[in-house]
């Protein structure tokens, strides 16, 4: 059996190691794609939410404002039934 010389062996792992490396690249292209969709749909969530947000705030404000006409009306409902002392 040849023995083979350290430069030869090392030769041997640089290219295995080649391999590898080149594989983790192609890796890393997949990972920066998925990253690349993932950034994309966080925006489009983030734009949903938002626009849910401003539907419920207008929701709220009609609410405010048939709550604020209620009492209104209950408050001249109640003033007409009680008449003011005057003060003499």
């Not at 939410?49 to 409902?77: C, F, N, T």
């Amino acid at each position: 059996m040849a023995t083979r010389s350290e430069s030869e062996v090392i030769a041997q792992q640089v290219s295995t190691l080649n391999g590898r490396v080149a594989d983790v690249e192609t890796r890393l292209a997949e990972v920066d794609k998925v990253i690349d969709r993932l950034e994309g749909a966080a925006l489009t969530t983030s734009r949903a939410m938002q626009e849910i947000s401003h539907h419920w705030d207008a929701v709220y404000e009609a609410m405010r404002r048939v709550e604020e006409s209620d009492v209104g009306q209950l408050r001249g409902d109640w003033d007409s039934s009680h008449p003011r002392k005057r003060k003499a």
